[in-house]
Structure formats: C-alpha cells, structure tokens
C-alpha cells in the first residue's frame, strides 16, 4: 500500500547576516500556498538576523559559528524531520514532507517560489529548481563557476542545467536522502542536482520571477566566487572518483 502524499511542504532559509533582508523573504515565503512552516537556519550571523526572523514568524535555529550554507541545510532539514508529525499537521509523518529551500536574499520575490511546489507535491518530480529571469544589476563574475558547474552536471549526468547553482529548490524527502550527507559549502546545489540524478529521480527546472542581491565585482564578490569555485570543483571531484569506483 502506498502512504498517502503528505499535503505540506516546510520551507528551510539559510542565511548568513540578512538582517536588511530577512523579514520580508520570511513573509513571502510563509503566504506560499502548502508552506506550514518555515525555518530561518541562521549560520552565525553577526547582525539581528535571528531576532529578525522569529519576529516575522519563522522558527529560527542558529550555528553559533559559520558552517557554511549546506550545513545550514541539513540543519533546517533535521529541525523539520524532529518536528512533523506535531502541532496537528495533518498527514505529515516523521521526515517525510518535502522541502522547500529559499535564498534568505530574495526579500518580497520570494513568494514566487510558490511555482516550484505543485510538481513535487503531486509527486510529477522529485526535485524542482527555479531559474531565474536576468537581474537589475550585474553580477562581477565572468560566468567561471556557472560554466564548470554546468559542464560537471552533464558529464556525469547526461543533464544540461540552466543555472546549476540556482538555491531555492523543492527537495522530496527521497531526492534530499539520495543527496545526503550534502555536498560542502557552496557545492551543496551541484551536488544535490548529480545525486537526485543518479539515483534514477526526476529533476525539473521551472522559471521563477526571483530577484535576488547579485555579488558585484568588488573584493567580497570575487572571495565569494572564489570560495563558490572550490566548494564546486570539490563536488564535482567526489562525485567522479564515486563514480569511477562504482
Ligand atoms: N548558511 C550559510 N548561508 C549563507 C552564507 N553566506 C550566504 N548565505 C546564504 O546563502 C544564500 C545565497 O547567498 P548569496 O550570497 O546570495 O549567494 P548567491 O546568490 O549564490 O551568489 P551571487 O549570485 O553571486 O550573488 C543567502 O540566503 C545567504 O544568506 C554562509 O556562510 N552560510
Ligand atoms: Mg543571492
């Protein structure tokens, strides 16, 4: 017998010093039809982030330390699993609903999100990912991580992304096990997209009306991207090794 489709999704924000931003992401994403609760991941922030979410109505787990966004993730993922099941949410049972990963940074856009749910819901995917329509600002970069992260998703997979590292994603409970323990830091997308692949799930790409912060070509947006290309390269190089012994 097949259990029933559980009917909610729980949204997972990581976020890292988004106290500008936080409360209004917070706000969209709890309006989003079949959210029932949204859990802001604060990974050592060293502004109001936290204090920010709890007063818009996410529940809020914090790192006391910087461990980067997957661990934010898997952080968010294991507050979920402990608390389904409780408060009379119908139909959930222990770490079953999927989830719904949401930039800290997308402020009001976030309620677009809403799009990437239905599939996953009526299980027609396992994992739906939003692309994102060109920004008002440019980024800095030259498009180095997108590249190799693209060309690492298709030789291993078979699958061309439009934008590999889009975050906000609809994660089944199966897709995010597939994908567990998550790839490090900012390799957690690449890695999430090989895995749900690999294990024979369905990976979606769906347009999203999302306007997010863009890192510019200052210092910090060339550290950022930087640290991106490690984390994506590092991913990409597990996986192959894992794929060469299989
Ligand atoms: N957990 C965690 N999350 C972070 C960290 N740094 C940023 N974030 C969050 O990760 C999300 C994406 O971060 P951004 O800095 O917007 O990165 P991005 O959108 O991938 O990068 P660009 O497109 O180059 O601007 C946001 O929700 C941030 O708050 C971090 O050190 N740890
Ligand atoms: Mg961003």
Same mark, same amino acid.
């Given at each position: 017998m097949t259990e029933p489709l559980p009917p909610t999704v729980a949204a997972v924000i990581p976020a890292k010093d988004e106290a500008d931003r936080i409360a209004a992401t917070v706000g969209a994403?709890?309006?989003?039809?079949?959210?029932? $609760?949204?859990?802001?991941? &604060?990974?050592? *922030?060293?502004?109001?982030?936290?204090?920010? +979410?709890?007063?818009? !109505? +996410?529940e809020v787990v914090r790192h006391a330390r910087n461990r980067g966004k997957a661990a934010a993730m898997t952080t968010g993922a294991g507050y979920v699993a402990r608390h389904e099941g409780v408060e009379g949410r119908v139909g959930s049972s %222990?770490?079953?609903? %999927? $989830?719904?990963?949401?930039? +800290?940074?997308?402020? &009001? *856009? =976030? =309620?677009?999100?809403?799009? $990437?749910? %239905?599939?996953?819901?009526?299980?027609?995917a396992d994992m739906t990912i939003a692309t994102l329509p060109p920004q008002k600002t440019a980024g800095g970069g030259h498009g180095f991580v997108v590249r190799l992260a693209r060309r690492g998703i298709?030789?291993?997979? !078979?699958?061309?992304? @439009? @934008?590999p590292l889009s975050g906000m994603r609809c994660v089944s409970r199966q897709a995010f096990e597939a994908a567990s323990p998550l790839a490090r830091g900012w390799g957690v997308e690449v890695g999430l997209t090989i895995d749900?692949?690999?294990? !024979? $799930?369905?990976?979606?790409?769906? %347009?999203?009306?999302? /306007? /997010?912060?863009? *890192?510019?070509?200052?210092?910090r947006g060339q550290v950022h991207r930087a640290r991106q290309y490690r984390d994506v390269a590092l991913a990409l190089a597990r996986r192959r090794v894992r794929r060469g012994l299989r």
């Open positions: 994403v709890r309006g989003i039809p079949g959210v029932d $609760l949204v859990v802001v991941v &604060d990974d050592g *922030s060293t502004d109001g982030t936290a204090e920010i +979410a709890r007063a818009a !109505g +996410a %222990p770490g079953r609903r %999927p $989830l719904l990963f949401v930039d +800290a940074d997308l402020e &009001d *856009s =976030a =309620a677009n999100v809403a799009v $990437l749910v %239905p599939a996953v819901l009526e299980g027609r298709e030789d291993l997979t !078979g699958f061309i992304p @439009q @934008q749900v692949l690999l294990a !024979g $799930l369905r990976v979606e790409e769906v %347009p999203c009306e999302l /306007h /997010h912060r863009v *890192s510019g070509a200052d210092w």
